[in-house]
């Protein structure tokens, strides 16, 4: 195939512009920065999942209490009617007997009650330390994860502008090959998985490095000065 010595440079430069983005890209999907972020924003996540579990639990405790508290003025108030019934009795040492019972039995099932909700207080004290101490968990997971966030942009950044520089090494390149020089690249390129040219080198393939023999190098020369790798189909620049 015909090529022109600045279009075999052209090729080269194109070739190595593409190699570039291919380790520009693999460098930024690697990056510390990114990771990072990643996992600033992973472990922010677990902090909000753990004060939602949190949220949750502190309402079911305040609903417990104040069903609790319900229950022992409800206790309360039957343990003053069967006072004021004692009081009332006069003569009635039956009537009295009775309401007796009735007391002890309320004053014992409000020791409990009460018991309960003390219990109650304290575990809802307890997640009330938890909770602070999420809130400032959240805190500096948020602040970590937004100076991740801003390290990771600044590097996206850098990448890009190699990117783009590659990018515009590619196109001047590219612009400097005939049609049919371009297309046998884009060819070789998308059928090698990126690398479409090899220079030969001591009649073998620099890219598949597979020795081109006797027939396959006379009609490969017989290409000059770029041909094809009988073996991997690649340009070889000879
Ligand atoms: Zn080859």
Excluded: W
């Excluded at 019972?101 to 309320?106: E, F, G, R, V």
């Excluded at 004053?107 to 207080?121: D, F, H, P, S, V």
Aim: contains cysteine; hydrophobic residues 40%.
């Amino acid at each position: 195939m015909f090529a022109s010595p600045e279009q075999i440079e052209a090729l080269r430069a194109l070739q190595e512009a593409e190699r570039g983005m291919v380790a520009v890209r693999a460098a930024f999907e690697g990056s510390a920065s990114r990771r990072e972020h990643a996992e600033a924003l992973e472990r922010l996540r677990q902090v909000e999942d753990k004060m939602r579990g949190l949220m949750a639990a502190r309402q079911r405790i305040s609903s417990a209490i104040a069903a609790a508290e319900a229950d022992d003025a409800a206790l309360a108030r039957q343990q003053e009617e069967a006072q004021r019934a004692i009081d009332g009795a006069g003569t009635d040492y039956r009537s009295i007997e009775t309401n007796t019972k009735k007391l002890n039995d309320l004053a014992r099932k409000r020791t409990e009650a009460e018991a309960g909700l003390e219990r109650a207080y304290e575990e809802m004290q307890r997640a009330e330390g938890l909770a602070r101490r999420l809130a400032d968990a959240h805190a500096a997971c948020r602040q970590r994860e937004q100076e991740a966030g801003q390290a990771f942009a600044r590097e996206r950044a850098t990448f890009g502008g190699r990117i783009d520089e590659l990018d515009a090494q590619r196109e001047q390149a590219s612009a400097l090959l005939s049609d049919e020089l371009r297309a046998a690249y884009r060819e070789a390129a998308q059928r090698s998985g990126g690398v479409g040219l090899a220079e030969l080198r001591e009649e073998a393939c620099g890219a598949c490095r597979r020795a081109i023999q006797d027939g396959h190098l006379i009609a490969l020369r017989a290409q000059a000065p770029v041909g094809t790798c009988p073996h991997c189909g690649r340009l070889l620049v000879i």
